[in-house]
DNA sequence: AAAATAATTTAGACAAATCTAAATTAAGTT
DNA sequence: AACTTAATTTAGATTTGTCTAAATTATTTT
């Protein structure tokens, strides 16, 4: 239930990196968290024995329902904070995310809960970011549906509206799930239907039947 | 010139410790920490190595007068948080001191200065205890001269009026020092000498004199 | 002044978080 | 398909803070 500062830390890292990439490799959090590669091996392994991430040897990792629980718990602390320190003791924006960043660690409920409060429940920290509430929901990236994703814009796979067999069937002949990073290359006007790439490198058609039901939460 | 929560932890309960009885021991540091004797003596040795503290086996501890000013610095932001916790966050009074007890240690000096500022720069917590202003200056324990003290209440000599090195070779003879906890037993009217206990079992008897030179801070 | 008891320190071990260097696996390229 | 390079993991150390058990030193009692 209590966490250490290593472990908060990699575990917001991871979230906020997974919401632009779907998955975390370990250089990548290892070049974010200034640290070495061996090192968040050693943690990863730590993380998915608590049952908060999914990882597997050399597929990269990405936060169990849990960890993202977590993570979003040291998200709206680190936010509020923020909010308080720009707000009532009138630091400029660009100074607060450093002092947040120690005190996102004291984890007193009670405190966080009664700070949120006096500070009247505010929706957006100092830099516009969304600060997730008590329960740990967060202003939505708002979702949108595939095909209104703007041309060549790698966004993120969050979810799917039909949750037939049939759907998930054809999702899964197509790799495609949850936290896959899609990119639309081409439209076709005669049948709606679209060339997308997915993951890294694969590029596949799908119609329009299939994009109308691809969730898509999208932050570059 | 930062410390670990764990250095910190042990420098402000010494700083506690010492204002009671003078010099502080292995096993009641231990106590109050709720940690082993064993512990303490590896502490001990690493905070006399950056010259926090004067300790020699066996002899107990002191701080010296730059650890004394990381524990002022420390007592500073917990207290300020407490009178956070309480003015502004609604807590009752007897839920401050746990949760200041992790906000302590986020050392920022401008965050505690602002804060400080933020709050009116509060003489005194929700305890009634003094709050350490930002030069680390501490509304004193008004010192006294020994004769002014009540009969059979331990306390301790903090200073000395008279500098000379007549009267500080008394004292040396006497074993009478900065940190050392006395009690006045008896008052003569006769010549005004005093009988006192000096640590725990010596009693001896001292001039008015000498007793008119010797400063004390007393709290309990 | 010994002997007994209490306080303190030392020795050796352990968990957490990190590192370097070497080994392994995956990905990209001829 | 084999070779090369890049990414990742493993092996083995290190630092910090802690512990238990044993040894040492100080204090108190006889
Ligand atoms: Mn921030
Ligand atoms: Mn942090
Ligand atoms: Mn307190
Ligand atoms: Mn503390």
Redesign the pocket.
């Known amino acids: 239930m209590n966490y250490?500062v290593?472990?908060e830390n990699y575990i917001k890292t991871i979230f906020h990196l997974q919401k632009k990439e779907g998955t975390v490799?370990?250089?990548?959090l290892a070049g974010e968290l200034k640290?070495?590669?061996?090192?968040?091996?050693?943690?990863?392994k730590?993380l998915k024995a608590k049952k908060l991430l999914h990882y597997q040897?050399?597929q990269?990792f990405r936060l169990t329902t849990d960890g993202s629980k977590v993570a979003l718990g040291i998200i709206r602390r680190h936010r509020l904070w923020e909010y308080f320190l720009a707000e009532k003791l009138k630091f400029t924006w660009d100074e607060v995310h450093e002092v947040a960043e120690e005190l996102e660690h004291v984890s007193n409920k009670k405190l966080i809960d009664k700070l949120d409060a006096y500070l009247g429940f505010p929706k957006k920290d100092p830099h516009g970011d969304p600060i997730p509430d008590a329960q740990g929901k967060i202003e939505s990236g708002k979702k949108i549906r595939l095909p209104e994703v703007p041309l060549n814009t790698s966004c993120l796979v969050s979810g799917v509206s039909n949750q037939s067999g049939e759907i998930l069937d054809l999702l899964k002949h197509k790799k495609i799930s949850i936290g896959t990073v899609v990119e639309v290359r081409k439209r076709f006007e005669f049948d709606q239907s679209l060339e997308i790439r997915t993951g890294?490198q694969t590029i596949i058609n799908i119609s329009r039947e299939l994009a109308e039901n691809i969730l898509i939460s999208y932050e570059a």
């Open positions: 250490s290593s472990e490799t370990t250089n990548e640290t070495r590669p061996a090192s968040v091996t050693d943690m990863m730590k040897p050399y990269g890294k």
